[in-house]
């Protein structure tokens, strides 16, 4: 239908089919006829249009007045907007004798049927509102989304599914794959066993039996292999399911078999390890254990964040903290384990007996104890302590021992991390007196401090062992020793790292008024102190038994003698034999410095290996001292001046050359450097020769870290 009006007023002339020819007609060129306006077709039909296609049609207005017509609206006044868009071409004029065109595009959303209206707005005095209507179906879409070569409109039954489509294959899943509407019989799986008869369910209205299904004690084939097989011994333990074997996979569960601590229910009594022959809640195969199975009153005490009080101290119930577990420990089992957590305000004080405190999980991480505020963890005046797997921090004490103190008592520490303690005096993490500090399994020490002596630990009058510890940042920056100081006593450290300590003597080490030690096979690295020994400082060393030897001392400052060892006080002695030092720098005298200020005939410095120092002199012995220097290598030192021996002869066996070393580099970074001897280097069997030097496999000293007695 189209509607025609002239300005004349005569208004209603309706024509059918003629009328649309004229419109395109017009459109194509052919003028209108004079004084009409005419708007058309007035019903837009498109038919059938796929899901995610779309179709378009066209109303032609055509303005053969001879005065222009504004085109005022184009607006859907009934249906989906989404469904039907409605493009005017942003005309809003048709001039005198021309042509415009309104263009409808249907997008189906489903498939179903749609339907709408737009009304046409001019300001033609006699034409007025001009109504469209619109319908259209959605139909199936004919585009192939799963990209087998079928889409909706060719009868895909899934488009999302590229296995699924007319003519395919039946695959064993449940479903129409070829899209005939029917799904086989034998794709179902009518008992839910996640198995269908196409994938060998023998029975799909039992959910016992499919393929893979454990036996049963029934008499049927529960696993689908053709026999009911349910009496076999399948792990050759003598015992089938049905004689009640609860692992038929597993060799060590069966009825009756002794329970061992190997994770297998061994005795299929339901639980795995459950060994506990005297009923006190604590098995022998825990990670606590018991100490006495046979009984019931000796067992550890177990201690949780999240434990009470009134706990029994088993894993089942742990108390709430290692106070209290201390009460509870009996004469024979002397351990309390904790659970993983950490514990606020531990102050524990020891005075006798024997007791080991550690973590559960054998991880010092997972276990954190921070300590009371203003005080150490524990305080032992007496008796034997060892601390295993836990981490200290936190502890604040004005006296010696910021997380630790032990006087005239004995102390373990095994895989132990202590870091940010301090202390107003000495030993920034640990101090011990008159006693034993052994150490064990690397323990850690970062970031403590003390306000004299040990930034880290002060041993004083005690005996030490400490086998692989690390030591980094600490700090006694008035004081001796920036991670350790052992003042008296004896003392065997060996094995360890001491990186970026500081103090203002001894960076790393301080040794004091003791002779009785051994230091071997550590890494100093990068250590400083204000005044001498950017490294080790030994003061007033009065034993030619104590020995410094196989250690790697790199790039260590001293603000005075000494950037990697100075020894110092009024006299010493001591050996310092077979050490390699690199990228040391002192201020005063000497990579080595000996500057006692006695004779320090003691003081046997043999068999090192210098390069790349930075100071006056490689090493340097004062001039009143008659130490002995023999077998030294000193190369690339800074200065050019290798030995300054106060005015005194140098020995000829110490020497200026090229020591050969693997590679050495000026970066301050240690980490960069192999500091073994090439296998040209002279100073492979030039050291001291004599047969208590000899290296290991008993030919002539090496001199540096690699040779002697001590070498690994």
């Known amino acids: 239908m189209v509607y025609t009006a002239g300005r004349d007023g005569n208004m209603g002339r309706v024509w059918w089919g003629s009328a649309l020819l004229l419109a395109v007609a017009c459109k194509q060129g052919t003028a209108p006829e004079i004084g009409e306006l005419t708007i058309g077709p ?7 249009v796929g899901v995610g296609s779309s179709a378009s049609l066209d109303i032609t207005l055509d ?21 039907f868009d409605i493009d005017k071409h942003d005309v809003s004029t048709v001039t005198a004798g021309t042509s415009a065109v309104v263009t409808v595009t249907f997008w189906p959303e489903d498939e179903q049927s749609y339907s709408g209206q737009l009304q046409i707005r001019t300001d033609h005095e006699d034409l007025g509102n001009v109504s469209v209507s619109l319908t259209g179906r959605g139909g199936p879409s004919d585009a192939d989304e799963d990209g087998d070569g079928y889409s909706l409109a060719d009868g895909d039954c899934d488009d999302g599914n590229a296995d699924i489509h007319p003519g395919a294959d039946e695959i064993c899943d449940g479903r129409d794959s070829n899209c005939d509407g029917v799904t086989p019989s034998d794709e179902e799986d009518t008992d839910g066993d996640r198995y269908r008869v196409c994938q060998g369910d023998c029975d799909d209205n039992n959910n016992t039996r499919y393929p893979g299904a454990p036996e049963l004690c029934d008499g049927l084939d529960n696993d689908c292999d053709g026999s009911a097989n349910e009496n ?56 606590t254990g018991d100490c006495d199975d046979n009984d ?10 999240t434990g009470s009080a009134t706990g029994a101290g088993t894993d089942a119930d742990p108390v709430d903290s290692i106070a209290t577990a201390l009460t509870m420990l009996d004469t024979t089992c002397r351990l309390v384990s904790l659970l993983p957590g950490t514990y606020s305000d531990v102050s524990e004080s020891w005075s006798s007996g024997t007791v080991t405190i550690g973590g559960q999980t054998g991880d010092p991480d997972d276990v954190i104890l921070e300590a009371s505020a203003y005080s150490r963890h ?22 010696d021992g910021g997380a630790v103190r ?35 399994r690397g323990c850690r020490f970062e970031n403590n401090q003390a306000g004299e002596d040990g930034g880290a630990i002060q041993v004083d ?27 008296g006593g004896a003392a065997t450290v060996e094995g360890g790292e001491f990186r970026s300590n500081t103090a203002d003597e001894g960076g790393a080490v301080a040794i004091l008024n003791t002779g009785d030690f051994l230091v071997q096979r550590n890494r100093i690295f990068s250590n400083s102190a204000t005044a001498d020994g950017g490294g080790f400082s030994f003061r007033d060393v009065n034993d030619l038994a104590g020995t410094v030897r196989n250690n790697r001392v790199q790039d260590n400052t001293a603000g005075g003698m000494g950037g990697g060892a100075a020894f110092v006080g009024y006299n010493g002695a001591l050996q310092f034999v077979n050490n390699t030092l690199t990228g040391n720098d002192a201020v005063g005298e000497g990579a080595i410095a000996v500057a006692v200020a006695g004779s320090g005939a003691g003081i046997a410095v043999a068999s090192n290996v210098l390069e790349n120092n930075d100071g006056p002199s490689g090493i340097y012995v004062a001039p009143t001292a008659t130490s002995i220097v023999l077998y030294n290598t000193v190369y690339l030192q800074n200065s050019g001046n290798p030995f300054e021996f106060g005015g005194n002869p140098v020995d000829p066996s110490n020497v200026d050359r090229n020591p050969q070393l693997v590679a050495v580099s000026d970066n301050q970074n240690p980490d960069d450097d192999d500091l073994h001897l090439q296998g040209s280097s002279p100073e492979i069997d030039s050291g001291v020769p004599q047969a208590t030097f ?7 000293n090496d001199r540096g870290w690699t040779g002697g007695p001590g070498a690994q």
């Not at 007035?42 to 059938?48: I, M, N, R, W």
């Not at 007045?65 to 607006?75: E, F, N, P, Q, R």
């Not at 007496?382 to 604040?396: A, M, N, P, Y």
């Open 406 to 440: 032990v006087t005239n008592g004995a102390i373990e520490l095994n895989r132990i991390v202590a870091h940010d303690n301090v202390s107003a005096l000495d030993g920034g993490a640990v101090a011990v007196l008159s006693g034993n500090l052994t150490m064990r």
């Open 232 to 287: 076999d011994d399948l792990d050759s333990d003598g015992y089938s399911i049905c004689d009640g074997d609860c692992d038929d996979n597993e060799g060590r569960s069966y009825p009756n078999n002794p329970e061992t601590c190997d994770g297998v229910d061994n005795d299929c009594d339901g639980s795995a390890d459950n060994i506990d022959a005297d009923g006190d809640g604590h098995s022998v195969c825990s990670a």
């Open 42 to 48: 007035t019903e837009l039909a498109f038919g059938v």
């Open 63 to 83: 303005n053969g007045d001879a005065t222009d017509v504004a085109l005022l609206s184009v607006t859907l006044t009934d249906g989906d907007s989404d469904v």
């Open 296 to 305: 019931p009153n000796a067992y550890p005490i177990t201690v949780s964040p």
């Open 694 to 700: 000899n290296d290991l496999d008993g030919s002539v």
């Open 378 to 399: 524990f305080t032992v005046t007496g008796g034997s302590v060892v601390l295993r797997e836990l981490t200290l921090t936190g502890g604040d004490s004005a006296e």
């Open 461 to 487: 009058a005690a005996t030490l062992t400490d086998n692989g510890s690390i030591y980094v940042s600490n700090r006694a920056p008035a004081g001796q020793g920036g991670a350790l100081s052992v003042n």
